[in-house]
């Protein structure tokens, strides 16, 4: 009876560490995705895009100019619209060494996740899937800097 029971033991240890360095690899690959669609437009590299970010990306957000309060719905973007977007936003260099790229995953599950990006822009929140083995973004809600963080 002892034998079986630490066979059992050993056997959902052993699941565990498994299940474990499968999370981890998920959350690193997760993680990826979302340093590529970041250093996508920071780096103007669209092939970053391309391999993070699913063709139907569904992507909207908020906007707001440092001297108006007032947040305006952006008209939404598509992958397309994205690629144009990381061909052109920084093509002059203008961002600093510093530029924040601040990544937070919420959660990791094995088909579907949620993370979050601060990034020059502002605050991006993001869907992601699994397809294929790939971690891609599918939706992402943002919005400009809050009033209080661009204040500072």
């Given at each position: ?32 995705a ?13 092939s ?38 990381a ?11 510093d ?24 605050i ?15 939706n ?11 204040q500072?």
């Amino acid at each position: 009876m002892k034998s079986l029971a630490l066979a059992a033991l050993l056997t959902l240890s052993l699941s565990s560490i498994v299940n474990a360095s499968a999370n981890k690899a998920d959350e690193d690959a997760v993680r990826q995705a979302v340093l590529d669609y970041v250093e996508g437009v920071y780096n103007v590299d669209p092939s970053r895009i391309e391999r993070s970010v699913h063709p139907k990306l569904a992507k909207i957000g908020f906007y707001r100019s440092a001297t108006d309060p007032t947040y305006r719905a952006g008209n939404g973007m598509t992958f397309d619209g994205l690629i144009e977007v990381a061909k052109t936003w920084n093509k002059s260099g203008k961002l600093r060494k510093d530029t924040p790229k601040e990544i937070s995953l919420f959660e990791v599950l094995d088909q579907v996740a949620s993370a979050k990006l601060v990034a020059e822009w502002g605050i991006d929140y993001f869907h992601l899937a699994k397809f294929d083995g790939r971690w891609l973004i599918v939706n992402v809600i943002w919005q400009s800097p809050p009033k209080q963080a661009s204040q500072k």
